[in-house]
């Protein structure tokens, strides 16, 4: 779990204070934000000292492994070590800052740690700044990366954040389309984890709690506040902290698919794709196209038009590879349940 965790609005104040016990002597800390904020007056706001340096990370596509390898190996030629990582952004640059954080003690490439618990050293500290809600990567214990053979995170002890800061006014002016798809991550963490087979006490204690603020922000309020901003911050570390003891499911497994082929983002892909599960979610998938709907959000359609056997192949692959999903979804028998032919018709449809 996350060491520390500061919540409230103007809390990114208190940067500067966070990161001062944890700074080494002539080792900088490094601040990748999330290049929409380059020019803008939360650049200005970096708490920079001695010889730290600000990295704009260019998240135009989610992150990859050769960019992590390669940010980790610029600050290991530029300063050795660094004091810490810190990410300020969406889910892409605090996976990003996560991962890098890493890379900077384990060595190798980060594709070799794609997996469960393969990372085995520490790296150095990190904190999570988010400035979009829902993903949760904030609070998981992965990082989620595309490397050359596959799409998988670097799950383990050692990559969670060590201190996050959740100051919801750094969401304030997240485009509404973005603040839907990447929000309604968590909405789907939440449907996913509640109606799982994989469901705990502890998944159940806060998945409850993230469902009903997503239900405030999204279906009960009429227009965005300053409150949704807060509601829905929490929203995505109670949503996070529900998946990490359990597992999303069949929305998450089918946008991977999409992801992996046609590079589909995370939160728009879920989207595009739970929109479409109401045979396995009915009443997660009526109030989401209700949210849709009240919120005047476009969710694109008929993105797998044109596509060929082979792509569709390649998709369903990836899907299926995704195994602990599908069983927390389906139950022990899932191999029976979703077959190749079912999945593809699936595809078809979005
Ligand atoms: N580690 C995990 O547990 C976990 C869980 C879910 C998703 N993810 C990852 O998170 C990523 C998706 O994250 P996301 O949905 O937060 O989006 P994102 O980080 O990919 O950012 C989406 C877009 O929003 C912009 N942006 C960010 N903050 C903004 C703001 N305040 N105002 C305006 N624009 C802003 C970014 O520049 C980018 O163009 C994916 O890479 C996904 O794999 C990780
Ligand atoms: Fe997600």
Request: charged residues 20%; aromatic residues 10%; contains cysteine.
């Amino acid at each position: 779990m996350v060491g520390y965790v500061i919540y409230g609005r103007g809390s990114f104040n208190q940067l500067d204070e966070i990161l001062a016990p944890h700074r080494k002597p002539n080792l900088p800390m490094v601040f990748l934000v999330d290049h929409f904020f380059d020019g803008k007056a939360l650049a200005g706001r970096v708490p920079l000292r001695g010889n730290d340096k600000i990295i704009f990370a260019d998240v135009s596509y989610e992150p990859k492994t050769t960019q992590v390898d390669q940010l980790a190996q610029q600050l290991k030629d530029e300063f050795g070590s660094v004091s810490g990582v810190i990410g300020i952004g969406g889910g892409s640059t605090m996976d990003l800052a996560k991962a890098v954080g890493l890379m900077m003690t384990n060595p190798g490439s980060s594709a070799d740690y794609q997996g469960w618990d393969l990372v085995k050293q520490a790296g150095v500290y990190k904190a999570g700044i988010p400035t979009l809600s829902g993903t949760g990567a904030e609070v998981s214990r992965t990082t989620v990366l595309t490397g050359p053979t596959k799409k998988l995170g670097m799950n383990s002890d050692f990559t969670p954040f060590d201190q996050i800061v959740l100051d919801p006014e750094l969401t304030a002016d997240a485009p509404a389309n973005q603040r839907f798809y990447t929000g309604m991550d968590c909405y789907i963490h939440c449907i996913e984890s509640l109606t799982g087979t994989y469901l705990n006490e502890f998944s159940k204690s806060y998945g409850e709690k993230a469902l009903q603020l997503c239900r405030e922000v999204y279906v009960n309020k009429t227009g965005w506040d300053a409150d949704s901003d807060d509601k829905l911050m929490m929203a995505s570390y109670a949503g996070g902290m529900s998946i990490a003891y359990s597992q999303v499911g069949v929305a998450h497994a089918v946008s991977y698919g999409l992801s992996y082929l046609l590079g589909t983002k995370h939160g728009l892909g879920n989207c595009i794709v739970f929109d479409k599960l109401q045979d396995y979610y009915p009443e997660g998938v009526k109030e989401f196209k209700l949210m849709v709907e009240k919120n005047n959000i476009n969710i694109p359609q008929h993105i797998c038009a044109g596509l060929s056997d082979e792509d569709f192949d390649k998709m369903i692959n990836v899907s299926l590879g995704m195994k602990p999903l599908w069983e927390n979804a389906l139950g022990k028998d899932w191999e029976k349940i979703i077959t190749r032919e079912k999945l593809r018709a699936l595809y078809e449809q979005l």
